[in-house]
C-alpha cells in the first residue's frame, strides 16, 4: 500500500494556537508542505504534511501536544483547471468516501498532490491501485519533487 | 493474613463496652465545657439545657450544634477550656473568607491524635519498617504535622518532603525507597502522571505500597486510577483540623468506608437543613463531638461533609463505626436548573470514560447553564476529529443521565486546567442572579 503520513494535532480554539504549532516547526527547519484545519467551535485538528514527518511528531509530543500520525493517500494531478476534477471523478465512482483533504502544491501551475483520508485505508487502496495514479510516499517528501 | 492491631483492647471493644466508654467521655466534656467555657455555658443556657439532662448518649441531641461561626466568637483563645499555659500547638483552618480558624491543642491532644494515626496506619498493614513520604503541606495546615507524630509514634521512618516539587518528590522516592506516600488525591494523580511521563516504572524503579490519600474528597474511579497508576493501596484518609486533623476517619483493607475512631469521637449524621438525626444508609452532614479532647473541646460540631453510617461489623474485626467516602461538601452542593449537584457525582462519570484525562473544571453561568471542561487523554488522540467528537457525545449523555441536566462539554489539552496541589478548586460560578 502506497500512503503518505500527515499529522495530526488536537487544539483548542484559542489566539495564538496556529502560531505554536508552526513556531515548533519554523525552529526545527521542517517545512511544511500542505495543511488544513477543521474546527467545531471551541476545538479544532490542524492536519499538516511536512518534509519530516518523523522528526515534526516527536518535537510536538516532546513539547505537549496531542498529536498523531495517520495514513492518507495522495494522488499526483495537474496544476490546471479540471486536475482535481478528474482525480476526485475517479474516486467517487468506486464510491470511496473522502473524510478530510489537503492539497499538496509541488510546483506552482504544474503539479500538485491531492491528499485525502479515507476511513479504510486497505479497501480504499484495493479500489484504487490498478488505476493509473502516481501516488505520494512519505519517503518522497524529504527530497524535492 | 494475620490481623495486626495498635490498641486491640480499644479497637475491638464490644459495642456495648464502647457506648460506655463514650457515654462517661461525653459526660465528662460536657461538664467541663459548661464549667470552663463561657461561650458553651451560654449556648446551653439558651438552648435550655444542663449538662445533668445528659442522661444517655442519645441525649446529646438535646444540645446545640456547634458551628464553624462559633469558633470565631470570643477569637481567638474563646473556646479554650484549659489554660494557655496547657496548650501547646497552634493549628489553623483557612475559611472562605477572613480570619482562619483557630484550633489549639494540649500535649495529651497531640498524643492523642497520633495514637489515632499509628492505630490507623496499622490498620492499613504499615509497620515500623515502612518509610513514610508525608506531602501535604508542613505548617499551620494540620495534614502533615499530625500525620507525622503518628507515624513516628509507629516507629516508621518519615520523610518530610512537603507538597509541590515534583521532581524532587520522584527523586526521594527513589533514593529512599518510599513505602507509603500520604498526599491530596489531586496531587497523586499528577504525581502519577509525571511518573509515567518519564519512564519511571512504578513496582520496579519505585517501590511504592500504600498511598494516604485525603484532606479533600474523591471518588472509587479515581482511587482505581491512583492504584493502577502508581501499582499502590489507596487508604482513603479523612480529617479536618477542628477535629485535630487526619486520622478521624481511616479506611480498613476492606475499603469499604471510613472507620471513625469512637473513643475518641462521637458520630452523628444530620439532615443538613433541619439538623435532625438520620438513619444509617441516608446521606447528611457528619457532627462529631471530641471525646478526648482536652485544650479546646467542640461538642456537636458542623463539619460540613456529606456522608452517611454503615452499620454493621467489619471484616478487619474491628468495632468502630464506619462512614461512606465523603461525598461532597455540604458547601460544595450546587443547584443547577432546580437539581442538586455535587462535583463528586461529575468526577465519578468522567474517571469511568475512557479518553477522559484527571482533570476537568465545572462551569457555572449565564442563566442557569453549566460547562464541563475536560481534559483528554493524550493517547486518546488517533488524529481525527470525528473520535473527538464521538467522546464528548459520550461524556454530555452520560453526565445527562447520572444528574439529569445536559451539560455543554468541553475537551481540553491535557494540563491546562488548574492542577491544585491543594485543595482543587473544581467550581467556578459566574452565574449573576
Redesign the interface.
Known amino acids: 500500500m502506497k500512503i503518505v503520513e500527515i499529522l495530526s494535532i488536537f487544539a483548542e480554539n484559542k489566539p495564538g494556537k496556529l502560531e505554536k504549532i508552526t513556531e515548533v516547526l519554523a525552529h526545527e527547519m521542517i517545512n511544511i508542505l500542505g495543511f488544513s484545519i477543521a474546527s467545531v467551535k471551541d476545538f479544532g485538528v490542524i492536519k499538516l504534511l511536512v518534509d519530516d514527518v518523523d522528526r515534526a511528531y516527536e518535537k510536538f509530543k516532546e513539547k505537549g501536544f496531542i498529536v498523531a500520525k495517520l495514513p492518507a493517500f495522495g494522488i499526483e494531478l495537474e496544476d490546471r483547471p479540471g486536475g482535481l476534477y478528474e482525480v476526485v471523478r475517479k474516486i467517487s465512482a468506486k464510491g470511496i468516501n473522502i473524510e478530510s483533504a489537503l492539497v499538496y502544491v509541488v510546483e506552482t501551475r504544474k503539479r500538485a498532490f491531492f491528499v485525502f483520508e479515507v476511513e479504510a485505508p486497505h479497501r480504499t487502496w484495493e479500489l484504487l491501485k490498478e488505476e493509473n495514479f502516481n501516488f505520494l510516499e512519505t519517503s518522497q517528501l524529504r527530497t524535492k519533487q | 493474613m494475620v490481623k495486626r492491631y495498635f490498641r486491640p483492647e480499644i479497637e475491638l471493644l464490644s459495642r456495648d463496652a464502647l457506648k460506655e466508654l463514650q457515654f462517661k467521655r461525653l459526660k465528662k466534656i460536657i461538664n467541663k465545657v459548661y464549667n470552663l467555657v463561657p461561650h458553651y455555658r451560654e449556648k446551653f443556657k439558651r438552648a435550655g439545657v444542663k449538662p445533668s439532662n445528659l442522661k444517655s448518649l442519645e441525649d446529646i441531641r438535646l444540645f446545640p450544634f456547634t458551628t464553624r461561626e462559633d469558633l470565631f466568637v470570643d477569637y481567638p483563645f474563646g473556646l479554650l477550656a484549659e489554660p494557655l499555659e496547657k496548650v501547646v500547638r497552634l493549628h489553623t483552618s483557612s475559611g472562605t473568607t477572613g480570619k482562619p480558624k483557630a484550633l489549639f491543642f494540649s500535649k495529651e491532644d497531640i498524643k492523642a491524635q497520633a495514637e489515632l494515626i499509628a492505630r490507623s496506619l496499622v490498620m492499613s498493614g504499615a509497620t515500623a519498617s515502612d518509610i513514610l513520604q508525608n506531602s501535604m503541606t508542613y505548617g499551620l495546615f494540620t495534614g502533615a504535622l499530625v500525620m507525622h507524630y503518628g507515624a513516628e509514634l509507629l516507629g516508621m521512618l518519615v520523610i518530610p518532603a512537603g507538597p509541590g516539587n515534583t521532581e524532587r518528590q520522584i527523586e526521594l522516592m527513589q533514593t529512599f525507597g518510599t513505602t507509603c506516600i500520604h498526599m491530596t488525591p489531586s496531587y497523586a494523580l499528577y504525581v502519577a502522571t509525571i511518573i509515567q511521563e518519564r519512564g519511571i516504572r512504578p513496582g520496579i524503579d519505585i517501590k511504592l505500597k500504600r498511598a494516604y490519600l485525603g484532606a479533600e474528597p474523591y471518588s472509587e474511579e479515581t482511587r482505581r486510577k491512583i492504584e493502577t497508576m502508581l501499582k499502590v493501596e489507596v487508604y482513603n484518609c479523612y480529617g479536618l483540623s477542628e477535629m485535630g486533623g487526619p486520622g478521624v476517619g481511616f479506611e480498613c483493607p476492606a475499603k469499604d468506608g471510613l472507620h471513625i475512631w469512637e473513643d475518641a469521637f462521637l458520630v452523628e449524621v444530620v439532615n443538613p437543613n433541619t439538623g435532625e438525626p438520620l438513619n444509617p444508609g441516608e446521606v447528611g452532614e457528619l457532627v462529631l463531638t471530641t471525646l478526648n479532647r482536652t485544650a479546646m473541646p467542640l461538642i456537636r460540631y458542623r463539619t460540613k461533609d456529606l456522608t452517611t453510617l454503615l452499620e454493621g461489623p467489619c471484616h478487619c474485626g474491628r468495632t468502630h463505626i464506619k462512614i461512606a467516602r465523603i461525598l461532597g461538601r455540604a458547601d460544595d452542593m450546587f443547584i443547577v436548573r432546580g437539581v442538586n449537584i455535587f462535583p463528586q457525582q461529575i468526577e465519578g462519570v468522567l474517571m469511568s470514560i475512557k479518553g477522559v484525562a484527571q482533570n476537568y473544571q465545572i462551569i457555572l453561568e449565564g442563566y442557569d447553564e453549566m460547562t464541563i471542561k475536560v481534559e483528554?487523554d493524550?493517547e486518546f488522540?488517533?488524529?481525527?476529529?470525528?473520535r473527538?467528537?464521538k467522546l464528548r457525545e459520550e461524556i454530555t449523555e452520560r453526565l445527562r443521565q447520572a444528574l439529569q441536566v445536559r451539560p455543554k462539554v468541553?475537551?481540553?489539552?491535557?494540563?491546562?486546567l488548574p492542577i491544585s496541589e491543594g485543595k482543587a478548586k473544581r467550581v467556578i460560578d459566574k452565574r449573576v442572579l
Not at chain 2, 488522540?381 to 470525528?386: K, S
Not at chain 2, 468541553?410 to 491546562?416: A, S
Open positions: 483528554i493524550r488522540f488517533d488524529g481525527r476529529i470525528e473527538i467528537l468541553e475537551l481540553v489539552e491535557p494540563g491546562t
